[in-house]
């Protein structure tokens, strides 16, 4: 089974300042057509998750474009460039290259 | 818009069974692969298992912790998606998610429906 292992799990940050969340795998997400199958999504409380990203880098649609997401292989990134209030959640990566799996979840708050 | 709205939570005893309902609207459901997953009481997200298309066969998997015991169906004319849960665990409890899935992932999500396993 494929893991997915995040960091940070808590992340404080200052309101305008960037935040930074890491996602590793276990092993390759490239999928035997190319493509590399990682997301990320957005949980705030009392919600269903939100996906933002999928295929590393692309943006679901009405997602901020201060959303970012990067990263091959096995090491993906997901940046918010500048937080806002409404950004407070938990945010999962998830690989879909083999089956499904999601990482442990990151704790977004406000500093 | 994309609806998706599960329903059949409930409380069932250990070792009962269960089966959850997603109603599916705004887009064709019968191209679409679908998703369940679950989140158990302040933990994280854990898929459940999975149904592809029927033009792609139909077919369905499931992570080792449900296989055997989990089984999910579609009905197309319905725009239906099915979770029959069976032999449940106090570790099933969780709220469960309908999802249709694109590009790899949990595109939509439902509001979510709770199971809780307990005597």
């Known amino acids: 089974d494929v893991v997915m292992t995040q960091s940070p799990l808590s992340l404080p940050v200052t309101l305008g300042q960037p935040a930074s969340i890491s996602c590793r795998s276990s092993?390759?997400?490239?999928?035997?057509?190319?493509?590399?199958?990682l997301n990320w999504f957005q949980q705030r409380p009392g919600q269903s998750p939100r996906r933002l990203i999928y295929k590393v880098s692309n943006r679901d649609s009405g997602v901020p474009d201060r959303f970012s997401g990067s990263g091959s292989d096995t090491d993906f990134t997901l940046k918010i460039s500048s937080v806002e209030a409404e950004d407070v959640g938990v945010y999962y990566c998830?690989?879909?290259?083999?089956?499904?799996?999601f990482g442990q979840g990151t704790k977004l708050e406000i500093k | 818009e994309v609806q998706l709205v599960e329903s059949g939570g409930g409380l069932v005893k250990p070792g009962g069974s269960l089966r959850l309902s997603c109603a599916a609207s705004?887009?064709?459901?019968?191209?679409?692969?679908m998703s369940w997953v679950r989140q158990a009481p302040g933990k994280g997200l854990e898929w459940v298992g999975r149904?592809?298309?029927?033009?792609?066969?139909?077919?369905?998997e499931y992570p080792a912790p449900v296989k055997g015991r989990f089984s999910i169906s579609r009905d197309d004319s319905k725009n239906t998606l099915y979770l029959q849960m069976n032999s449940l665990k106090t570790e099933d409890t969780a709220v469960y998610y309908c999802t249709r899935d694109n590009y790899g992932g949990s595109q939509h999500w439902g509001q979510g429906t709770l199971v809780t396993v307990s005597s």
């Open positions: 149904i592809t298309s029927k033009t792609d066969g139909g077919t369905t």
């Open positions: 705004g887009f064709t459901f019968t191209n679409a692969w």
């Open positions: 998830m690989q879909g290259t083999h089956w499904y799996t």
């Open positions: 092993q390759s997400l490239v999928y035997s057509d190319g493509n590399t199958y």
